[in-house]
């Protein structure tokens, strides 16, 4: 297996518990918070998949998504179009109410930039420096493995919610 098989991988199971986590959900399904606090199904995998659109074409030199495609305008967010859900509070991630298929709509799009972006990538290019502004600077092998975590713990978490939701008969 070579880094771009690898790094396809990682990102299509991904995708798997995106899909478990909201395939089949209402948006008040979508919306339930565990605690008044906690963060939403749609959040989490809103997050996700931003910080993934963001993060890829930052480090690939492209542009997001998100507003290239005209997500955002979907959306119909309140918040910026930079904002990816970092240091947000928990009123702005009760914003998020969409419904499953644009949630999944939007995952499956960047799932897809992400596919072409990462399919010619060789273990020479992981070490290529993406963001100078950390001691050390990151490089592309870092930056994709720090969103391939980030994005496996939030979709683990917005499995959990679903879980807790519907077993409470939401």
């Given at each position: 297996m070579n880094s771009a098989a690898l790094l396809a991988d990682s990102f299509g199971r991904i995708r798997e518990v995106v899909h478990e986590a909201v395939e089949g959900l209402t948006v008040e399904a979508l919306t339930a918070r565990v605690d008044p606090d906690a963060n939403t199904v749609a959040w989490l995998v809103w997050h996700l998949t931003r910080i993934q659109d963001d993060h890829l074409a930052d480090a690939f030199d492209t542009g997001q998504l998100w507003s290239s495609d005209g997500w955002s305008a979907?959306?119909?967010?309140?918040?910026?179009?930079?904002?990816?859900?970092?240091?947000?509070?928990?009123?702005?991630?009760?914003?998020?109410?969409?419904?499953?298929?644009?949630?999944?709509?939007?995952?499956?799009?960047?799932?897809?930039?992400?596919?072409?972006?990462?399919?010619?990538?060789?273990?020479?290019?992981?070490?290529?420096?993406?963001?100078?502004?950390?001691?050390?600077?990151?490089?592309?092998?870092v930056r994709l493995v720090s969103v391939i975590a980030d994005d496996l713990q939030h979709a683990g978490q917005a499995a959990y919610v679903r879980g807790v939701v519907e077993r409470r008969g939401g």
């Open positions: 979907r959306f119909g967010l309140p918040f910026p179009d930079r904002a990816t859900g970092y240091g947000q509070t928990t009123a702005q991630v009760g914003e998020v109410r969409v419904t499953a298929d644009l949630l999944l709509g939007y995952h499956d799009a960047v799932h897809a930039r992400t596919l072409d972006l990462i399919a010619s990538v060789t273990d020479a290019d992981l070490d290529r420096v993406v963001d100078t502004s950390w001691d050390p600077p990151v490089t592309l092998g």
